[in-house]
């Protein structure tokens, strides 16, 4: 069983910075982990994923070149490091962890997932 605690959410000024932490009770060295986001009226969708080796990455296009993915395994951590964000990255974020190898962008092969931080971006 993994338990999944996101923070680093909050209000930030278009072009700005943030950095999301999800920091899970269990071990996560054998889990691919995904960050994932909700905007309201929308569904759910795939911002980035880290292999459980940390070893490949992968990143939606909307977020290619601005946001990456990192984790410490030492300390059960993922996290994500979120530049030049634009009001359309606006939204709840998602940390989850899936229990396969390789990567994945869709929502139904991660088994655990957080409560969400939300991300405001201000114009």
């Known amino acids: 069983q993994v338990q999944l605690v996101e923070s680093g959410g909050g209000l930030v000024q278009v072009g700005g910075s943030l950095r999301l932490s999800c920091i899970a009770s269990?071990?996560?060295?054998?889990?691919?982990m995904g960050w994932f986001r909700q905007a309201p009226g929308k569904e759910r969708e795939f911002v980035a994923t880290?292999?459980?080796?940390?070893?490949?990455?992968y990143y939606a296009d909307s977020v290619k070149g601005r946001f990456t993915i990192s984790r410490d395994s030492a300390e059960n951590t993922v996290y994500l490091q979120m530049n030049s964000l634009k009001p359309e990255d606006m939204a709840v974020y998602y940390c989850?962890?899936?229990?396969?190898?390789?990567?994945?962008?869709?929502?139904?092969?991660?088994?655990?997932w957080g409560q969400g931080t939300q991300v405001t971006v201000s114009s």
């Open positions: 269990g071990r996560i060295s054998n889990y691919a």
């Open positions: 880290s292999s459980w080796s940390a070893g490949s990455t």
């Open positions: 989850a962890a899936g229990h396969f190898a390789g990567l994945s962008t869709s929502p139904t092969n991660y088994n655990y």
